[in-house]
């Protein structure tokens, strides 16, 4: 899947070489390709480049762990913001520019519960003690969360994170 995303980034920087932009002192639209690449190298350029090259991979392949490299990984995020932008130049009517604008707001909603719930986790695995909302009345599975596989780990920390983004309680609880 990484590939693919990888892939359709490179597609993308591809195609932001030949994108025309606005020149802001005449409110002309810039569409010589000699004008169009320098505005793109001077501005998300290099950003998309770090984003797209996968060094994670490149790392595993010739260190043996890709350590610090999976960094990179999170400048992905960066060009998804540029979402907002997109929308708002989009030649189309209001209607479609209203549906893009809520798709994107439904997927800023789950890509936050998504990073709360993995902040989530990376704070509960640690003492191991914690015991999910979905576990409260039974003792006896409370290790439930600890012995699961990765999925099933997920899938509660992404509910925990949605029970504390809607403001209910998902407080500690004492181990019977």
């Not at 320098?38 to 950003?47: A, D, E, R, V």
């Not at 060094?55 to 540029?82: H, N, P, Q, T, Y």
Request: aromatic letters at 16%; charged letters at 20%; proline letters at 2%.
């Amino acid at each position: 899947m990484n590939g693919i995303i990888d892939f359709l980034f490179f597609i993308d920087i591809c195609v932001s070489f030949r994108t025309s932009y606005l020149d802001e002192r005449t409110g002309f639209e810039v569409r010589k390709p000699k004008l169009l690449a320098i505005n793109y190298i001077k501005g998300q350029f290099t950003i998309d480049v770090l984003a797209t090259v996968p060094f994670d991979s490149l790392a595993e392949a010739i260190l043996g762990k890709a350590g610090f490299f999976k960094a990179f990984g999170a400048l992905k995020l960066v060009r998804v913001l540029r979402l907002s932008r997109i929308i708002t130049y989009l030649r189309s009517n209001s209607e479609v520019k209203a549906l893009l604008k809520l798709i994107k707001l439904v997927f800023y909603l789950m890509l936050y519960l998504h990073c709360f719930a993995c902040v989530w986790w990376l704070v509960v695995k640690e003492k191991r003690t914690w015991i999910s909302t979905l576990y409260y009345g039974d003792s006896l599975n409370w290790y439930f969360v600890y012995k699961a596989n990765v999925i099933s780990q997920y899938a509660i920390c992404l509910h925990a994170s949605i029970v504390l983004a809607t403001g209910n309680d998902c407080g500690p609880k004492d181990r019977v």
